[in-house]
């Protein structure tokens, strides 16, 4: 069931705020006074289940107190959380500059905002998060090679440099999703979830390569593919010349033409990243930028839970 | 191939850049659109672009085509006879045009703009008898202009059309490859009713012109005779050029309209012949009379009265207040009454020139309005003059610085016979002339020029007089008596351009004589008045002219030789039968005339001189009444109104250094000058009857043209359906029909199977079937493909959570 909160992160409301912090705290704020009704809570206060004991059991496990009412030896188990490091690559490409959705401000200029706007605010809220629940957030920026990297942090001021290196305005180059993954696993040991905010407009292969090394490397991956509604409609009618962001390039043709075997291919694309994802058993998530980012928050928080129990119960 | 209405083709075609301007305008007007998923578009584009450009040229092209198709099937395209055509038409693609013209490669029509075709009637012989109003009836011309008009309508494209008139002279418009009907009708517009006569041959002639070279094999032909077929409208009497052995004859068919059986009542005035053409102001000599002759056509059956009126074109003096006026000029009428079955009537009008000004004054002649308008009018015009100034040469004798004349020579005789009271009052003015040094300054204000004694004049002298003659101007020459004529020279001919040869001496006269006319009277005397053929130089005697010579005596009569050696002088031929007004019964020229042309001057000669022997007064009168009367008419002949017809070139003879002339009345007259005639003439001939002015270059009138009808142009009553019929197939066999409104029925009927097909409908099947797949086409090629692909954003975004937003 949708929530009348949820509106206020929706595109159309945090674009009107020109702060960035500001944006991320509000859509944060939103987001965690609808979490009351959460069945998910924290780690290492809370009781899980009891069970039988075995041979080995750790004895400082045991509970007593059922041992002297029934004689029987059980260990207590609790849902204990360890801290988790997060890692944000977001793609700050020229691509991501693309953005057809635009908030009409009465009596006030029109706001724009691009794909990186969405990403960004993303990221933002997603380290928010995670600082919250003392998780370590580190940044990466990159395009076709790192324009900024900061290191995990879970400290209360860590969220001010974050913001702070999401608030620089996409490059004019063009994607390496290798290099920038690349480049971030050369940075970590340890085991991380690496969340990848980008449209992910580069060579599937290269792709496949990048995620691939990242589950070599052992990292948790979730994949976030921010595309422009128009990007995923095409619904252009009047022949026009259309620029590449990246690189420049322009060809002129009728959009009503070449529509149907447009949508095919970024359809593929988007298909085939997700079966890659799928392959390696990552998650996967296409993002519109005309629609509210709560719902995708949602999501990952409930991903996030899901896979430290998993991880837990491994 | 043939299109009926070209300007719809002609914006059909041009609306095939609509969709190309809209084209290149869509292409040049855009902005650039800064894309990221470039990728994914030229992955796009490199499979499509190849393919989406065939599909766009091939709806432009269906675009194009159908715009086309939807102008060609307004312009209703036709298809000439062919194998394609019918072809189609054996399948029932086409829809053959369903009327006659459309049948024909050839469509000529014969309308008959004679004067009759003026004609304005009922069909029932009663209303024609009554005094009717006939200004509301159509005429004949504009019933048979809407009969050629509803021919027209039918006539397919690329045929070739000719519109042949039948008026004198017959004219031939030709229009190559007909389109539309309007082209027709600018010819139609400047086709009218003439008062010519008609010239059916000129007609066939023209028929024949253009069946020859239009007519090809396989081709076919319509012939279509637009008349009444009057008297009046055809010319039966003149053979026509047969059609029939015409290489393509049997390629052709003739219709021609059914005549009239009704008579048509018609009065005309047939002719105005005035005694004197050019008279005195205030004299009662001078006035002369109108013989006006009217003929009747029709209905003979009842009584009728008719009123002639003559109305001078000038305005009448202060103090006249004893004539009839209408508009403030001089009316005179007089009434007839016709009786049963009576044809033909005079009448005499007299004309009193007593309050009139002297100079050339026009007339018209009218009767009331009827049927056929054209006739009931007749132009003419008289000179009127103050005095006649009239200058003798003669012997002048000189005593004590004064000169005197002769009492008993030439001049004094002609003098005393035009003023024979010795008053000093008359119609002439007389002076005497010295032919010693005469000129040019010496004929200043003459009017009749007199030689008595042509001997004194030398060729200067002669070559003033000769030059003054041909400026139109009347010269009267006789012997010197019974003097020696030797001195005479050659030149004295050619300066007066005389075909006759001076006599060197008088031929004696042995017997009494006695004028005669020959024919009314037995020729029994030795002088024979011969009445020459329109010579009018002694008509108003004519009937008193035995009576005068009864008394008179001749003793020598000189008369015009054809050479100088009075050994064989050979009289008979010295002068044309032409020339004679009299001679004696051994044919010996007695009074000649040369040059009757208007223009061109008159000379008079009299082979008697003017002596005591016959011209004592008063026991001889015939000096008197014949001097006088060759004075004033010879004066008439040079002022005489010529008469010209509608149809018929003006020519006019004054001398070439008035080689420009302006013809009043007539704006598109183009005039010509003919070296050899030493005429000039009108290259266009009026086809209305009026008075015309001829003028020099500096403006002043040399002459008054009078253009009348031909009175037999008028002639209502009906043709014999024989001699019509027979005339008519010798040129062609002719279908007679009443109208020519049925004719798509009439052409049903024709043999002639050869056809023209509209490919209209055809065209439009075309034209569905194009739109058909247009439609298809810009549903289904790739661009416009938006609807189609629809599904695949809801595919592509079902991954993603999407918000329904609820209000």
Redo the contacts between chains.
């Keep these: 069931m949708?929530r009348i909160t949820?509106?206020y992160f929706?595109p159309e409301m945090l674009s009107r705020l020109g702060s960035f912090e500001l944006r991320a705290q509000m859509l944060i704020e939103g987001f965690r006074s609808g979490m009351h009704e959460s069945p998910y809570h924290g780690v290492s206060v809370e009781f899980a289940e009891h069970r039988q004991y075995v041979q080995g059991d750790d004895l400082r496990h045991l509970d007593w107190k059922v041992f002297g009412r029934s004689d029987k030896l059980y260990v207590k188990q609790f849902e204990q959380e360890t801290n988790l490091d997060v890692v944000i690559l977001v793609d700050s490409s020229?691509?991501?500059?693309?953005g057809t959705f635009t908030n009409n401000i009465p009596g006030g200029s029109n706001t724009h905002w691009s794909?990186y706007d969405h990403a960004t605010t993303i990221a933002a809220a997603i380290s928010y998060l995670a600082l919250q629940q003392r998780d370590r957030v580190g940044l990466v920026v990159f395009a076709d090679e790192l324009r900024c990297i900061v290191e995990r942090r879970s400290t209360s001021g860590h969220w001010r440099k974050l913001i702070s290196a999401l608030s620089a305005l996409p490059a004019d180059s063009a994607t390496s999703i290798a290099y920038g993954v690349d480049q971030t696993l050369a940075k970590f040991t340890n085991r991380v979830l690496i969340v990848l905010i980008s449209?992910f407009?580069d060579d599937p292969s290269q792709i496949n390569n990048a995620i691939a090394r990242i589950r070599h490397s052992g990292h948790d991956l979730i994949l976030l593919q921010i595309?422009?509604r128009q990007?995923?409609?095409f619904?252009?009618?009047?022949?026009?010349?259309?620029?590449?962001?990246?690189?420049g390039?322009?060809?002129?043709?009728?959009p009503?033409?070449?529509?149907?075997?447009?949508?095919?291919?970024?359809?593929s694309?988007?298909n085939h990243l997700?079966t890659i994802a799928r392959n390696f058993g990552y998650d996967?998530?296409?993002?519109?930028t005309h629609?509210?980012i709560?719902?995708?928050l949602r999501?990952l928080l409930s991903k996030r839970t899901s896979r430290f129990k998993r991880g837990q119960n491994r | 191939m043939t299109i009926l209405h070209s300007q719809l083709a002609i914006m059909g075609t041009l609306a095939i850049l609509i969709p190309i301007l809209i084209h290149f305008l869509f292409r040049r007007r855009q902005q650039p659109i800064q894309w990221g998923a470039m990728r994914f578009l030229f992955a796009a584009y490199n499979k499509v672009h190849k393919r989406t450009r065939i599909e766009y040229i091939v709806l432009l092209l269906l675009r194009c085509a159908i715009l086309l198709l939807v102008g060609l099937t307004l312009g209703r395209v036709m298809l000439q006879d062919n194998s394609i055509s019918r072809f189609l038409n054996d399948f029932g693609i086409l829809s053959t045009v369903s009327n006659s013209g459309a049948g024909s490669n050839l469509v000529v029509i014969i309308i008959d703009n004679s004067m009759c075709s003026e004609v304005k009637y009922k069909n029932t012989v009663t209303e024609t008898t009554r005094a009717v109003d006939y200004s509301n009836y159509p005429t004949s011309f504009v019933r048979h202009m809407i009969q050629a008009k509803s021919i027209l309508q039918t006539v397919a494209p690329e045929s070739h059309v000719a519109i042949i008139t039948t008026a004198q002279p017959s004219k031939l418009a030709y229009i190559n490859n007909y389109a539309e009907l309007s082209s027709a009708e600018k010819i139609f517009d400047r086709i009218h009713s003439t008062h010519a006569p008609p010239d059916i041959i000129g007609a066939i002639e023209n028929l024949k012109q253009v069946i020859d070279g239009s007519i090809k094999e396989n081709n076919t032909g319509s012939v279509y005779l637009l008349s009444d077929f009057l008297i009046g409208s055809v010319n039966t009497e003149h053979s026509l050029v047969s059609l029939k052995e015409s290489q393509y004859y049997e390629q052709l068919t003739f219709y021609a309209l059914n005549p009239q059986t009704t008579p048509v009542n018609n009065v005309q005035i047939a002719s105005v012949e005035p005694t004197r053409h050019t008279s005195v102001y205030n004299s009662v000599l001078g006035s002369g009379q109108l013989q006006i002759q009217l003929r009747r056509f029709g209905n003979l059956q009842d009584k009728q009265h008719s009123t002639i009126r003559v109305q001078s074109s000038y305005t009448l003096l202060d103090n006249d207040i004893t004539h009839t006026k209408i508009d403030e000029r001089y009316i005179i009428e007089n009434t007839v009454i016709w009786e049963r079955g009576q044809t033909e009537i005079e009448s005499i009008l007299q004309i009193n020139n007593q309050w009139i000004k002297h100079g050339i004054r026009d007339y018209t002649a009218w009767i009331e309005s009827d049927t056929l308008d054209s006739d009931n009018y007749y132009y003419f015009d008289l000179n009127i003059l103050e005095h006649i100034n009239v200058k003798i040469i003669d012997q002048q004798e000189t005593i004590n610085d004064s000169r005197y004349i002769d009492t008993f020579s030439g001049g004094s005789w002609i003098e005393r016979a035009l003023m024979p009271d010795d008053t000093g009052l008359g119609d002439f003015i007389i002076e005497y002339g010295n032919p010693i040094g005469f000129d040019e300054v010496d004929l200043v204000d003459v009017d009749v020029l007199i030689v008595s004694r042509p001997d004194l004049l030398d060729n200067a002298s002669w070559a003033s007089i000769g030059k003054w003659v041909k400026r139109g101007h009347f010269l009267w020459l006789m012997p010197p008596g019974s003097k020696s004529t030797a001195q005479w020279t050659g030149d004295v001919n050619q300066a007066l351009g005389l075909s006759w040869v001076w006599p060197l001496e008088g031929i004696s006269v042995k017997h009494s004589l006695d004028f005669k006319e020959t024919h009314d009277k037995i020729v029994n005397t030795e002088i024979d008045y011969n009445k020459a053929s329109g010579n009018t130089l002694l008509t108003m005697i004519s009937n008193d002219i035995d009576d005068l010579l009864k008394a008179v005596d001749l003793y020598y009569i000189y008369a015009p030789i054809d050479g100088v050696n009075t050994d064989s002088i050979i009289l008979s031929t010295a002068v044309s039968n032409n020339d004679k007004i009299t001679d004696t019964l051994n044919q010996m020229p007695l009074l000649i005339d040369t040059t009757h042309d208007s223009g061109s001057g008159y000379v008079v000669y009299l082979g008697i001189a003017a002596d005591l022997n016959w011209s004592t007064l008063p026991t001889s009168p015939l000096m008197v009444a014949l001097t006088q009367e060759i004075v004033r008419q010879g004066l008439c002949e040079t002022h005489k109104s010529r008469i010209f017809h509608p149809g018929t070139n003006i020519v006019s003879s004054y001398p070439k250094e008035s080689h420009s002339i302006d013809i009043d009345g007539i704006d598109f007259i183009q005039i010509t000058y003919n070296n050899d005639a030493n005429t000039f003439s009108t290259v266009t001939p009026p086809d209305t009857s009026g008075l015309y002015n001829v003028r020099d270059t500096n403006g002043i009138l040399l002459e008054s043209v009078a253009v009348n009808v031909y009175a037999d142009s008028g002639n209502t009553n009906i043709c014999s359906a024989n001699i019509l019929n027979s005339w008519l197939n010798s040129v062609a066999e002719w279908t007679w029909v009443d109208n020519f409104s049925n004719i798509d029925d009439l052409l049903l009927e024709s043999n002639h199977s050869n056809v023209n097909s509209e490919i209209s409908t055809i065209l439009m099947y075309i034209l569905g079937i194009l739109i058909i797949i247009e439609t298809f086409f810009a549903r289904h090629f790739s661009h416009a493909s938006i609807s189609q692909v629809e599904g695949h954003i809801g595919e592509l975004t079902s991954s993603s959570t999407r918000i329904n937003r609820t209000q």
């Excluded at chain 1, 020229?94 to 693309?98: K, W």
């Excluded at chain 1, 996967?284 to 519109?288: E, K």
Aim: charge should be negative.
């Design positions: 949708t949820d509106d929706h020229a691509s991501m500059n693309y794909k449209d407009f595309l422009d990007e995923m409609r619904d252009f009618r009047v022949p026009s010349p259309f620029v590449d962001l990246e690189y390039n322009s060809i002129q043709f009728d009503r033409a070449i529509r149907k075997i447009y949508l095919e291919e970024i359809t694309h988007c997700k996967y998530h296409l993002i519109d629609e509210s709560i719902p995708i999501m």
